[in-house]
């Protein structure tokens, strides 16, 4: 008999809560900030990691628990979504590389189109990372990325 104890195989697998937080932190946070603008995503962040640390045991074992917490995230901060996003406005030294009339025009995108192309096409994420978070398919995301990238492109055009 093996004085060695069973391993609990949901706990074997657990990531710390640290480690986790290193790992998801940087994307999830780029998301909210997407969706809300910096300060208030900053915001979303903060209270999507307090949910995640007060139910760390049940989340550590999700199948997608970033997704789960970009949910908590948003649904914690209801209030944010009446609100028009503040975008960083462009810095002077890059005026040649991004269009002046971007932000504007991305704020005024629908919050599903917005968030799908700056996580896509702004961060660079792929879109199987991006519906993942989202928690839609990857035909749903393409439709809010060529809905979103029509309409960007339509009020450039339009724009002075």
């Known amino acids: ?33 997407a969706r ?19 139910h760390w045991p049940r989340v550590s074992v999700m199948e997608n628990p970033t997704g789960y917490l970009y949910r908590v995230g948003c649904s914690r901060t209801r209030r944010i979504r009446r609100r028009t996003p503040i975008l960083p406005e ?8 991004v269009e002046p009339q971007l932000p504007a025009v991305l704020a005024s ?13 702004g961060l660079g994420w792929t879109q ?10 990857r035909t749903t995301l393409q439709n809010h990325l060529e809905r979103g990238t029509h309409r960007i492109r339509r009020a450039l055009k339009e724009s002075p």
């Open 109 to 121: 995108l629908p919050e599903r189109q917005r968030v799908a192309v700056i996580l896509v096409h």
């Open 128 to 137: 199987r990372e991006a519906a993942d978070l989202l928690g839609v398919s």
């Open 36 to 54: 809300f603008g910096r300060d208030d995503g900053v915001e979303a962040t903060s209270e999507a990691f307090a949910y995640a640390w007060e």
């Open 1 to 33: 008999m093996s004085s060695e104890k069973p391993k609990n195989t949901v706990t074997a697998n657990v990531e710390p809560f640290d480690a986790f937080v290193i790992r998801v932190e940087p994307g999830l946070k780029q998301a909210f900030v």
């Open 90 to 97: 462009v810095e002077v030294s890059r005026m040649p590389e």
